[in-house]
């Protein structure tokens, strides 16, 4: 269970880049945040992973609000794909993804395991694609290596921020059909951004939808589609639904 309430961050220059915003997701259910460039959601994102201090808020995972613990043990239970992969460039595809199993101490044969089956996971031939740097790899190849990344310590919170944008349909459906799994058959929470709103329907239980830092609607896609709160929902929604029919 992922919960957040009054979550707000200012930044110097005074921007309420997230502005007093509440939500809960229940363990095991994949919350979709969508909403136009610059509205706040990598933003919340970074708060709830703690790489970034919210300067009002509170943030639980499961019974443990965050500032209980520190932010090394917090983030051991959050897999996090940052927006456009976010790879170090000076490590291969397998040490990228071992990052911090390595930090933890892992021993080496399981480390090896287990990014061997991440790379079939993910559809990268790891004799090929293991010892490869992250300029030697196409955008959506880099972006399936941050989501390898995040999976590395099966943790079971993960947050995701636009993780299928450079991916073309075919890939993407496979990285969706994936995450459905993960979410299915091992309870993980999941937070994904999208600027997609049929990617959001598609996998998400409950949908928020933000505007200038605030939540302008949350809940499911039937929510959205027979009562969309504002026309600016209505715009988002009917979009869609002209994009579904063409
Ligand atoms: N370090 C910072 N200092 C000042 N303002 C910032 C900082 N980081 C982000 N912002 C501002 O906060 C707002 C929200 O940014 P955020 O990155 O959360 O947007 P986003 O919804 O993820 O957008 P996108 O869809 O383009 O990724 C933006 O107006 C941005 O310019
Ligand atoms: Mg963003």
């Known amino acids: 269970m992922i919960k957040v309430e009054g979550l707000t961050k200012v930044y110097d220059s005074d921007i309420r880049a997230v502005n007093d915003i509440s939500f809960t997701i229940p363990k095991g259910k994949i919350a979709c945040i969508i909403g136009t460039s ?20 509170k943030i639980w995972i499961d ?3 965050c500032h209980e613990m520190d932010a090394v043990h917090w983030r051991r239970r959050i897999g996090y794909v940052i927006q456009k992969a976010g ?3 000076h490590l291969t595809v397998r040490e990228n993804i071992e990052l911090l199993a390595k930090i933890i101490k892992r021993p080496k044969r399981e480390r090896l395991k287990r990014s061997n089956e991440l790379l079939e996971m993910i559809d990268l031939d790891p004799s090929e694609f293991a010892t490869r740097y992250p300029i030697e790899l196409s955008g959506g190849q880099q972006q399936r290596v941050g989501i390898a990344r995040a999976l590395m310590e099966d943790p079971p919170v993960l947050l995701m921020d636009e993780p299928f944008g ?6 993407r459906n496979t990285m969706h059909e994936e995450v459905l799994h993960l979410n299915s058959k091992l309870g993980k929470t999941f937070v994904i951004v999208t600027h997609d709103m049929e ?5 998400g239980d409950e949908i928020l ?38």
Do not use: W
Not at 166 to 171: K, S, Y
């Open 38 to 57: 610059g509205c706040g959601k990598t933003t919340t994102l970074k708060m709830i992973n703690r790489l970034i201090e919210p300067s009002e808020g």
């Open 63 to 65: 019974d443990k609000e």
């Open 87 to 89: 790879l170090l460039p």
């Open 166 to 171: 450079a991916l073309d349909p075919i890939t």
């Open 199 to 203: 990617e959001a329907f598609k996998l």
């Open 209 to 246: 939808l933000m505007d200038k830092g605030e939540i302008v609607q949350k809940g499911s896609k039937e929510d959205f589609i027979n009562h969309p709160k504002n026309d600016f929902v209505e715009a988002f929604v009917t979009q869609q639904l002209n994009r579904d029919n063409l």
